[in-house]
């Protein structure tokens, strides 16, 4: 199905996303990668706020290129998510709901997605330059020494993604396999 979402990424609204539904997205994300994810995690286990309010945050797993004149970011294709798995359960305990990036997660990941009403949405990998023309504004918001990792806020509008894994722990990679596999059996 298609869908075309408002961001914040509620509960509510996370819940009516299933595995496999296209989506356009239209609101504020950040973008965060294994050393940003790292930096926040070691903050909240010193007690200390993020750098921004995770509550119903969707997290952009990329590492954008420098921006060209007269264009608000470079490059902005989706970072392999498995870098972020041993940091993204802790971070959806304190409110952040969806990730977008590329690639499989870890059954820990599905399970804290499950608990906490999480999402992973699907971006096109390669597709670093048609994903940037979505990006309405960029903002660096925190830890500037990171370079493409540091912590951005975004605005994106009608960004396409596919959901991955939903909120119930509905795998699109496995029931792609699956309808796969029962087809070349017939």
Known sequence: ???????????????TLHAGDTVYLTGTIYTSRDAGHKRMCEALARGEELPFDPKNATIYYVGPT???????IGSAGPTTSGRMDAYAPTMMSVGAR???????RLPEVVEAMKKYSGVYFGAIGGAGALLA???K???LIAYEDLGAEA?????????????????????????????YLQKKEK
Do not use: F, Q, W
């Not at 199905?1 to 819940?15: N, Q, V």
């Not at 420098?66 to 608000?72: D, I």
């Open 66 to 72: 420098p921006a060209k004149p007269g264009h608000v």
């Open 137 to 139: 504004k960029a903002e």
């Open 1 to 15: 199905m298609e869908k075309h979402i408002t961001l914040p990424l509620t509960e509510e609204l996370a819940k």
């Open 151 to 179: 912590l951005r806020r975004l605005y994106v509008e009608e960004m396409p993604l596919v959901v991955v894994i939903d909120s119930e722990g509905n795998n699109l990679y496995e029931e792609g396999r699956a309808a």
């Open 98 to 104: 969806g990730m977008i990036g590329k690639g499989a």
């Open 133 to 135: 023309k979505c990006i």
